[in-house]
């Protein structure tokens, strides 16, 4: 019965390594239109996913919404970093009257139209949010409730003076990082 017990717990335990090390070496693909709001808002979640899961996130700039769109649909975006406003540009529509906020018609729409899903927003004058692809959450379902972390620590105001604070890309990064120690994030 022991050696049942102990060749159970064994299998187990490989069977868990073998799962838990199935994201480990994995690289995101982190997309932005070129823009230090963006890039300030990338890397930390670069930095948040990376000290959390182990895996690797490159963050792609792109000149513009079209050629960022364009790298989702041929599936070389898993995640981008986006706001209402811009996102109604890219499908093409008007703000919505009547009660409907712009944040929640455009996460509606880029489920059904785009195969998007958007998480909560994160701070910052133009209330970004992540984005995933609904393949990447599917291969990454922890993905979710890390990134929405972002949005319960990161206020206008203090989003606004760390962008202040960031004076290049390098120091980006150790913005990023600093900030994210300082909230006990990573």
């Known amino acids: 019965m022991k050696k049942i017990v102990s060749l159970v717990i ?21 997309g932005i239109s070129n823009s230090a709001t963006e890039l300030l808002l990338a890397e930390m979640a670069s930095l948040l996913i990376t000290e959390r899961t182990g895996s690797s996130v490159k963050v792609d700039v792109y000149k513009d919404s079209k050629e960022l769109y364009s ?5 070389n975006v898993n995640v981008i970093i986006e706001n209402p406003g811009r996102a109604l540009e890219v499908l093409g529509k ?15 729409e880029y489920r059904k139209n785009l195969n ?11 209330q970004y949010a992540s984005v995933l692809t609904v ?3 599917s291969n990454y379902p922890a993905l979710p409730k890390l990134l929405n972390k ?15 604070s960031v ?10 990082k600093d900030f994210l120690k300082g909230k006990k994030l990573i």
């Open 150 to 164: 972002l949005s319960g620590v990161l206020t206008n105001d203090i989003y606004t003076k760390l962008l202040k």
């Open 167 to 176: 004076d290049s890309s390098d120091k980006t990064r150790k913005v990023a």
């Open 116 to 126: 998007m899903v958007w998480l909560e927003p994160i701070g910052g004058s133009q």
């Open 10 to 30: 064994l299998v187990t335990v490989l069977a868990t390594v073998q799962i838990s090390s199935a994201c480990v070496g994995k690289t995101i693909h982190l």
């Open 135 to 137: 393949d990447t959450l």
């Open 94 to 108: 008007q703000k919505p009257s009547g009660s409907s906020s712009s944040f929640d018609y455009v996460k509606s």
């Open 71 to 75: 790298a989702v649909r041929k599936g």
